[in-house]
């Protein structure tokens, strides 16, 4: 009882006082993710899918702005007790985020804590007013690099796709292998920057806001806001077919500089358009004949409803504890986010054997543009051969000794039909025959083809000991090993035979399964083990 009559008296100070303290949390909040906020900002400056990244708190500021009429500062210490819980979370998250250097992690945690702090100075009732602008936040937040690059091939893929299909549509012969657009006498590649993920991040902000302004019941604005993704493949695979058509016509001229760079700005306000044609088409759709004009709220008609008021700041004990636990982040952080990896000792992939058995193998290389890609360590290309046969094996490792910094393994599954090929068959195959500390052999398995020609691969994911199939229980242990072991080594192996004309898979799995048994004994050396 005591502890209550004290917290509330605690409220009767001065509002100047405190303003000073909120004012101080949110100096305190920058300063402890200072980093994470950085590393953000270098994103938007240089990554053009995320330029946009600097108007999204701007804009969420202005639509707290303008409810600040029904917001009021909450008196007591319970009523702060769930945003004081958040906080704690937030920060939680951001000592582990800043353990598995992870900065992804680190800036979630950072909406996470902002909005613990919100809620402490509001309460629930001020969350629900201002949850939407700060949820608004999440779209400044890059994404990580592995889903970034599964996203982007996928798009250029889908985009590819489509683009050919419009130009075929204006009567004019082309080919498609992979993401290259083969016009006879003109090659047009679609590169990452063709995929649409500098029009698919954008558009995804904006038809957010509009999906959250639009005056329609909740299933319209999911509409609104899920249409982005299809209404940018659509819109880019249009501009990639109109670019074919035009460099067909014109020359590769067409495909490059300034007249490149202003289709996408046209096709970005096209999109735009669109996304209001089809809120107007909602709308009439559920029986309202909506002007144009009145599609969305508009500051004036929130005013209507505020009392036109600012809140008068008070604090409690609640504000003290969150200080005081930013303060403590703030002062270990630095020693968190200063660790090295540990780099185990391994040799390095040229003195890799070139014989076993009856196999003889011959070192291949990557072209500098492939390894400035795939930001690798070291790596493996060796063809190996049965000269008795002719049965052939194509070996291929990649290893990174560390996978924080935006290097991470690319998988075959994404890179595959980048190349042209199409996977026909694809599941994980246990191989009872290679045997690894007394289990069967998991590995991913798949069967390609592209024109005539067939080829079967098997591949897995080799983690600090950990053989591994799926591509997400690599990121988790990638996050968890960070922490437990200080580690994030890591490497793909991908094995690659030719199936003849009348081969069947049988047989080509019994060929890379007999080239395992003498390959797997050999890697331990290569890719280090947990210890």
Request: hydrophobic fraction near 45%; proline fraction near 4%.
């Amino acid at each position: 009882m005591n502890f209550l009559t004290h917290d509330q008296t605690s409220t009767k100070l001065k509002p100047n006082f405190a303003m000073y303290l909120w004012a101080l949390s949110v100096l305190l909040l920058g300063f402890t993710f200072r980093t994470s906020l950085e590393e953000m900002f270098n994103v938007w400056s240089n990554v053009e899918e995320y330029s946009h990244g600097f108007f999204i708190p701007a804009i969420s500021i202005y639509f707290l702005w303008l409810r600040r009429g029904e917001l009021d500062f909450v008196k007591t210490f319970q009523e702060s007790l769930p945003g004081l819980c958040i906080v704690f979370l937030g920060l939680a998250i951001f000592v582990l985020g800043g353990l598995a250097t992870l900065k992804t992690v680190e800036q979630y945690a950072f909406l996470i804590t902002l909005t613990g702090f919100f809620t402490m100075a509001f309460g629930l009732k001020g969350l629900k007013v201002g949850g939407i602008p700060l949820l608004f936040l999440v779209f400044m937040v890059p994404f990580p690099p592995f889903i970034l690059n599964n996203l982007s091939s996928k798009l250029q893929l889908i985009s590819s796709w489509l683009g050919v299909e419009f130009i075929r549509a204006c009567d004019i012969l082309v080919y498609l292998e992979g993401n290259v657009i083969d016009l006879g006498g003109y090659k047009l590649q679609v590169v990452d920057a063709c995929s649409g993920l500098r029009y698919l991040f954008p558009l995804a902000s904006l038809s957010f806001l509009c999906a959250y302004l639009f005056k329609g019941p909740l299933w319209q604005k999911a509409v609104v806001f899920l249409s982005s993704m299809p209404l940018t493949i659509l819109m880019n695979s249009f501009r990639i077919g109109v670019i074919g058509v035009l460099v067909d016509n014109w020359g590769t001229a067409m495909a490059e500089g300034f007249l490149h760079d202003f289709e996408g700005w046209i096709i970005f306000v096209v999109c735009m358009v669109i996304l209001f044609v089809e809120m107007w088409g909602l709308s009439r759709l559920s029986g309202r004949k909506t002007a144009f004009n009145e599609l969305v709220l508009i500051p004036s008609e929130w005013s209507e409803h505020s009392e036109h008021r600012n809140p008068e700041p008070k604090v409690n004990h609640s504000v003290y504890l969150a200080i005081f636990a930013l303060l403590l982040v703030a002062f270990v952080s630095p020693s968190i986010q200063g660790r090295e990896d540990i780099v185990p000792e391994r040799q390095a992939f040229l003195n890799f054997p070139l014989q076993f058995d009856d196999w003889q193998g011959r070192h291949e290389y990557l072209a500098k543009h492939y390894l400035d890609a795939l930001k690798l360590t070291d790596y493996a290309i060796i063809n190996y051969v049965k000269p008795q046969t002719g049965e052939s094996v194509n070996f291929y490792s990649a290893y990174y000794q560390s996978q924080r910094k935006g290097a991470s393994i690319h998988s075959p599954k994404s890179c595959i039909p980048g190349d042209g090929w199409q996977i026909t068959q694809f599941g994980q195959a246990r191989l009872e025959n290679v045997d690894v500390n007394g289990k069967a052999f998991e590995v991913n398995r798949a069967v390609i083809e592209k024109g005539d020609s067939r080829q079967l691969v098997y591949y897995w994911f080799d983690q600090r000991g950990r053989d591994i199939t799926d591509e997400f229980m690599v990121k988790w242990y990638l996050f968890y090993d960070s922490i437990a072991m200080n580690r994030t080594d890591g490497a793909l192996v991908r094995l690659v035979t030719n199936l003849g004309k009348f081969e069947d898979t049988a047989s080509a799995d019994k060929r890379l399964q007999e080239f395992m048994q003498d390959l797997v004994p050999q890697l331990p050396a290569y890719l280090p083990g947990k210890s």
